[in-house]
Structure formats: structure tokens, C-alpha cells
DNA sequence: CTGGATCCGCGCGGATACTG
DNA sequence: CAGTATCCGCGCGGATCCAG
């Protein structure tokens, strides 16, 4: 797929193109609601399947679960089973899952700084459809 | 949506949970796959259409449609028009746009940094797998 | 060239019930 | 408590056709 087999001037650019591919595919792996919502949330300290539920709040068990076993999956979280009764699971970030946790949370900081300035963009948006 | 009326302890964290709320919101809102392609792409400099189609190669003329509507609507891309046979249309990223573009090139370098590690995580995961 | 409109399959994601 | 399994609706996203 994406043969693009056009286009090699430079073999320093052919493999950026091939990098840049590779890059595309992680992002669009990683890059998703509930990925970021659960990184940030474990960001905060090893949170218990039901804790880390309360947290987020709006995640459904299942988005959760499946969540949590791609990133386990992708080596950004640590899932540690308690064999008690009742079960204790634990997941916390992994050293992979804390240094994420950087841009995750630059990402985060963004939004919450200039999230006045999008919801402005958006009125302005909205009204100026109206002058159409 | 989101009643959560209960935990009120403090004014403080009161104010922390309804924020993360809005960031939650903000941040599903732009973190998904395309958002994060096409950002990346007009970061190289402003694009036409088709152009901007060319450069991230995989994504459809619809999706691309769409979250430049989207992007243009939340204020980080402008849409310019220059009324021409044939059409010329060109996306560029606003000043907010360019600000975005740290945090996602942030992301994106560590993706590109780490990936050799996602992957053999990933393998690690696999192999894992038939030993149960 | 830059889209809008439409059809449609498939997977996301919620709800529910059940297991250990 | 920590999931698995199942059903199911809805929206994502591709393909195609058409317009300005």
C-alpha cells in the first residue's frame, strides 16, 4: 500500500518519505481519545481498573479495557494482577509511558491554554455563517 | 451530560474536575488521526488542496474535506480563496495553528524517536501471548 | 481544481448480561 | 473487583458521481 514509488530525487528524502509513513501510522495508532484521556490519567499515579474509571469518567468499561490492553500491548502501561479476592489489577505507566506522558501533557496544556481562544474561533465562525 | 454531582470537597478541585472536563472535550476534539496528519502537513507551509492530498499520501478527499472544515472552524487554519479558472484555493495554518504546531510536532518526534521501542514492545507482547 | 452529495460497509463505542 | 461476551445503533471513512 501507499507504493508512491515516484519521486525519489534524494535518498535522504526518499527515507524521510519512508520515516514519515512509519511516523504516520504510530500517530494515528496512538493518537486517540481515549489513548491520551488514559495516559493522562495514569499520569497522576498506578491507578485500579474501577479508580482509573471514576477518573476519566466519561470511558465506557469497554473502551477502557480495550484501551488499556493496546497501550499494555504498545509498552506504555504495566498491568499488575493481585491474586486476591476480590482481584487486585493495577496499571501504572511504564518508563516508555512516563516519558510519553511528556508531550501527552504539553498536548493537554496546549488545550487548556487556548481553549478560550477556540471556543471564540468557533463563535466567530458560526456567526460569520450567517452573513453568507 | 456528566452530572457527577457528588465529590464537592473542595472549591479548588471543583474547579480542577470542570476544567479537565473541558479539556477532555477540547482534546477529543482535536486528537484524532487526521487532525494531528494534516497539521503536520500545512506545519511544512501553506498548501492547495490537492497538494495538501498528495502530502499525506493515505487520507481521502472526504476526510481531508472534513477536517479542514473542522480545523478552519476551531481557528487554526485559514482558508483562502482566489477566484480563478481553475479555483485556487489555499490552506494555511493562523498564528493559533503555528502555536498548535509544537505540541504536535512534540508528539510526533517522539513517536518517531520511540518507535523502534513501541514495536518491540509489540513483539514482546506477542510472544508473551503463546506462552499461556 | 475544489469540493459537495450520496451510498454503503465496517468498526467504534455504549448497554447489558454473565464469569471468576 | 475486573473483566469477557454479545447485541446493536450510529458515525467514520472510502468510493463514486456530480457541480462550479
Redesign the pocket.
Known amino acids: 500500500m501507499l507504493a508512491q514509488e515516484g519521486t525519489i530525487s534524494k535518498p535522504g528524502e526518499q527515507k524521510d518519505t519512508a520515516t514519515c509513513e512509519h511516523i504516520s501510522r504510530m500517530l494515528s495508532r496512538i493518537c ?3 489513548t491520551v484521556l488514559v495516559i493522562r490519567a495514569l499520569g497522576r499515579g498506578p491507578r ?4 482509573l474509571r471514576r477518573d476519566i469518567g ?6 477502557l ?1 480495550q484501551t488499556l490492553k493496546e497501550l499494555e500491548e504498545n509498552g506504555l502501561v504495566s498491568r499488575t494482577v493481585t491474586p486476591v479476592t ?4 493495577e496499571y501504572a505507566l511504564t518508563e516508555l509511558g512516563k516519558d510519553f506522558l511528556r508531550p501527552v501533557r504539553a498536548l493537554a496544556t496546549w488545550v487548556a491554554v487556548h481553549s478560550d481562544q477556540i471556543t471564540e474561533a468557533r463563535s466567530v465562525y458560526a456567526e460569520a455563517r450567517i452573513n453568507v
Open positions: 486517540d481519545k481515549w485500579r481498573f474501577n479508580a466519561e470511558i465506557s468499561q469497554k473502551m479495557t476480590p482481584p487486585q489489577v
